[in-house]
Nanobody
Framework: QVQLVESGGGLVQAGGSLRLSCAVSGRIFSINAKGWYRQAPGKQRELVATITRNGNTNYADSVKGRFTISRDNAKNTVYLQMNSLKPEDTAVYYC????????WGQGTQVTVSS
């Protein structure tokens, strides 16, 4: 089992920044990749960024150059630094961990006002 707890969401004006954190616990050694996804009202959940066990990262085209995924293995935490936020970034952001199955956090709301 893997447990994920997100924090750091909130309300920010367009052009601002937020940093999301995801505290990971449980069978950490079994995790192959971690990531962030988001779901806006009326839309499907979509990938934002992922980071593999080897440190390789992948980003959605819509966030490239603005968002950065990183991790602190000593703290068992994954971060998503979000800069130059746009109203279309408004969504619930979910932390994800992949072992032989997907694990999800409870989500944290990010709202970007214009």
């Amino acid at each position: 089992q893997v447990q994920l707890v997100e924090s750091g969401g909130g309300l920010v004006q367009a052009g601002g920044s937020l940093r999301l954190s995801c505290a990971v616990s449980g069978r950490i050694f079994s995790i192959n990749a971690k990531g962030w996804y988001r779901q806006a009202p009326g839309k499907q959940r979509e990938l934002v960024a992922t980071i593999t066990r080897n440190g390789n990262t992948n980003y959605a085209d819509s966030v490239k150059g603005r968002f950065t995924i990183s991790r602190d293995n000593a703290k068992n935490t994954v971060y998503l630094q979000m800069n130059s936020l746009k109203p279309e970034d408004t969504a619930v952001y979910y932390c994800n961990a992949v072992t032989s199955r997907d694990y999800w956090g409870q989500g944290t709301q990010v709202t970007v006002s214009s």
